[in-house]
């Protein structure tokens, strides 16, 4: 695979706790507004919604907080080309990843996705990557790790440029900048014995890289992306869960008696479930857990065997009616680092009727259905930790 090093636009270390927020797509309006309410907090370039007048073209306003920033002080380029490697530790786990840039003709053939976009979204990200001439957001890569790229790719490597921590979950993030131009060259040889990335998270934003890469056409920075580039055996996966308003005016009695018709055994537990494998659910409703184990998966076909699939395809679509998940208003997601507690308070509050509990997608799924070209339902997999935001910048 084709990487380049690249000269990032960064936080001083005097302003990286001010500057240093979560992705723009993991916090709600509300949220995104605190953060936004510091002057350098990355947030006002991520989130210019939150700031801008209802008069205000928004995209025009997160250039404008970029540029502010930079004259201000509070980001400065790093001053020559470089590899960073970006360390995560959370709860015990580490996980360790090089931030490169990729090339954009390389998508979709060998930098894969997963995951569909959607038109209004992939525009959105693209006029923001246009208006700002930044990659400000990091597309999260995965590879088939191998013992030679994570020998050169490891903190003892990288000069430490700066450690925050973030809460909510707690998780301590390193960046580390390789400037020796010796190890660069050794580390671009050995990436290009790998023979494909995969999109881990950021589908929008790769496919956004891309249509600015052909809008602006000719040679140039915009023909590379920003990504994060983690061996898959280091990622940690949560459960993705649903949770569904009403039970498609059934009595909870017909309800468990048409899930024992589409292929679960249930038994209902004295305490929570949690999924100790695929194919294993647990569901909450009425103020009792159940166990749902599904017999009869097709396991050879990449996208029938995912937990995701068999949920909608046996019991959000035929018996509660969600044909659509990514449109219908009945049904919301929670992701798995939020846990079986907010699945039981969700539906103990009465705004929910029933919760799905569900075992975490594998990273070697993703890549089987990468590899085949097809698509995962939408929601299917939700990493943890995240990347922050505001740390490095793509600047072209």
């Not at 459960?239 to 005016?249: A, E, I, M, T, W």
Request: proline residues 6%.
């Amino acid at each position: 695979m084709i990487i380049k090093p690249f000269d990032a636009l960064r936080p001083t270390k005097e302003e990286v706790e001010r500057v240093q927020c979560p992705p723009y797509d993991v916090v709600d309006f509300n949220e995104a507004k605190r953060f936004a309410k510091d002057p350098h907090s990355f947030m006002r370039v991520v989130r210019p919604d939150v700031i801008a007048n209802p008069q205000e073209n928004i995209y025009e306003v997160a250039a404008r907080e970029l540029d502010r920033l930079i004259e201000e002080g509070a980001l400065v380029h790093h001053g020559k080309p470089a590899f960073y490697i970006y360390s995560q530790t959370m709860a015990g786990h580490t996980q360790t990843g090089l931030v490169a840039c990729v090339a954009a003709s390389e998508y979709p053939e060998r930098i894969k996705r997963h995951e569909l976009t959607r038109v209004e979204k992939e525009k959105e990200r693209t006029e923001h990557i246009l208006k700002t001439r930044a990659h400000t957001g990091q597309v999260f890569l995965t590879y088939k790790g191998i013992p030679e790229v994570k020998e050169l790719v490891k903190i003892e490597n990288g000069n430490l440029l700066y450690e925050v921590k973030s809460h909510n979950p707690e998780v301590t993030h390193k960046i580390y900048s390789i400037d020796d131009p010796t190890l660069i060259e050794r580390i671009q040889e050995v990436f290009k014995n790998i023979p494909a990335f995969y999109i881990a998270d950021g589908h929008h934003r790769a496919a956004a890289s891309v249509r600015t890469a052909h809008e602006l056409g000719n040679d140039g920075e915009w023909n590379y992306f920003m990504a994060t580039i983690f061996p898959h055996d280091e990622l940690q996966l949560m459960g993705y869960h649903r949770v569904v308003k009403d039970l498609n005016g059934m009595s909870a009695g017909d309800f468990i008696a048409r899930l024992e018709i589409m292929g679960f055994d249930i038994t209902r537990v004295s305490k929570k479930v949690e999924p100790a494998a695929a194919h294993h659910f647990g569901m909450y409703l009425n103020g009792y857990w159940y166990e749902l184990y599904a017999h009869n998966v097709d396991k050879s076909d990449p996208i029938k065997r995912l937990d995701v699939s068999i949920l909608q395809e046996r019991i959000l679509g035929p018996i509660l009616g969600i044909d659509n998940p990514r449109t219908n208003s009945r049904i919301d997601f929670v992701g798995g680092i939020y846990g079986t507690e907010t699945l039981q308070s969700l539906v103990n509050s009465g705004k929910y009727a029933v919760a799905f509990a569900l075992y975490p997608t594998s990273v070697e799924d993703i890549m089987d259905v990468a590899d085949a070209k097809l698509f995962m339902p939408p929601k299917s997999t939700w990493f943890e930790p995240k990347l922050r935001s505001g740390l490095l910048v793509h600047k072209f």
